[in-house]
């Protein structure tokens, strides 16, 4: 079974720092996707950005990019220029592409971005 | 409107109580999921259903049941809550035709529980 692991529970920073949130997750699957959600107080929870293990490009989403290392299984979140809204707790998620496409989800990291 | 609604939003029960979650979307997509959020874990799987007549067990089913009434209709029950049960629990679609949405969980805004 696949595991998703983000070892920090919570993390703070200034308002325009960057923060890079960590996640490592453990398959033997070799074609799966990544993602990372995000939970804002509402806790409505929106995609931030997903990669896709056969791409060696990291994905990037305007001030959200990754640093996706399949052989060390880690798939790690960068924010630039934090901004106030990036307030929120953040879930990396595995899904592998064969069978049955269900998202396994980390523990979640509550982020804080201080004024 | 949103794509996927969920009711209630919240919900205080009692032990033993009977309790039902709906879950309705209207994104034309056939997979539906319920999952359970708890401080600490994350987001863990219910159950899912690929259609009307598919539906399986998540990794923690144990104490609840669904039904798919139909493909925008993915309910959610707990048929004697206890206290434990108490948690926010997300109803969500995918569609695993393809393309840019491929793998991505649409999510309704949480039921949050609480069995007292």
């Excluded at chain 1, 995000?38 to 990754?66: C, D, G, H």
């Excluded at chain 2, 809550?81 to 695993?96: E, K, M, R, V």
Aim: overall charge positive; glycine content about 6%.
């Amino acid at each position: 079974a696949q595991t998703v692991t983000q070892s920090q529970p919570e993390m703070s920073v200034q308002e325009a720092e960057t923060v890079t949130l960590s996640c490592t997750y453990d398959t033997s699957e070799n074609n799966y996707y990544l993602f990372w959600y995000k939970q804002p107080p509402s806790r409505q929870m929106i995609l931030v950005i997903r990669q896709e293990a056969y791409k060696q490009q990291n994905a990037t989403e305007n001030r959200f990019s990754v640093n996706f290392q399949k052989a060390a299984k880690s798939f790690s979140l960068k924010i630039s220029d934090s901004q106030l809204g990036d307030t929120a707790m953040y879930f990396c998620a595995f899904m592998k592409v064969q069978g049955a496409q269900k998202l396994v989800f980390g523990q979640g990291t509550r982020l804080t971005i201080n004024p | 409107d949103a794509d996927v609604t969920q009711t209630p939003r919240n919900r205080i029960t009692k032990t033993g109580k009977r309790i039902m979650l709906e879950c309705s979307q209207t994104k034309g997509h056939d997979r539906m999921y319920w999952y359970r959020q708890d401080p600490g874990l994350g987001l863990r799987l219910i159950y899912y259903s690929f259609d009307v007549k598919d539906i399986n067990k998540g990794e923690i089913s144990d104490g609840y049941s669904v039904s798919r009434q139909a493909q925008a209709k993915f309910s959610l029950s707990l048929e004697s809550a206890i206290p434990n049960q108490t948690a926010l629990y997300f109803c969500a679609t995918s569609d695993p035709s393809g393309g840019r949405e491929f793998g991505e969980l649409f999510f309704g805004e949480g039921s949050r529980l609480t069995v007292l």
